[in-house]
């Protein structure tokens, strides 16, 4: 069966320079919506080197370190367009950008995210780990309602014309120290985790990159089809 959409495997890339690419895409995509036209939907899969990102509604002060502790980290700071607060992205932790045109599936922003926060949910549970959704957040939780909630994986879009970009970042074999050094997507009370910290092991990240595709695939589907 063809699928909705192409995929690309950026591999290690700066965050930047994949912004970059987003942009560009997501703007072709909508001059070719304004003009009527159909376009290519994409998903793209990469690592970043350390950096930490401000989305457009989040708060300077939940960067908890200054230009020469982020130095130090060899780390960036990056304020970007998504929507949510602060998180990291770093070696280890896999990230997915799609650049869809949410038409194509009959679907609005709301299920958009939904649909995200789901398809990793079913993917962790393939792995043992159960995981799930908190009321008062975005992205996917373990043991969301209790006293050790903590996040494994961030979700952060922006839209426009039911055209989308930023994605979701899953913590596989994270360095999360590197959250130490923020509060994560602004709470001060919650922590982070890792599907190796969860499990015990480190796991191979073609594998990680497989299972999610598949899920994707398996989640964005035509609307005729």
Known sequence: MKTAF?????GLIPYLEAWQKQESLFAEKLRRKSCGEIS????FCCEHPHVYTLGKSGKESNLLIDS????????EFVRCNRGGDITYHGPGQLVFYPIFDLNCFAMGLKDYIHTLEELV???LAAYGISSGRMASASGVWVDPDGPAARKICAVGVRSSRYITMHGLALNVNTQLEYFDCINPCGFRDRGVTSMQLELGAPLRLDELKNTL???FEDSFRPASS
């Open 68 to 75: 020469t502790q982020l130095y130090k980290r060899q780390a």
């Open 121 to 123: 949910i079913r993917s």
């Open 6 to 10: 192409r995929y690309f495997d950026w």
């Open 40 to 43: 290519e939907n994409y998903l």
């Open 213 to 215: 595709r598949k899920a």
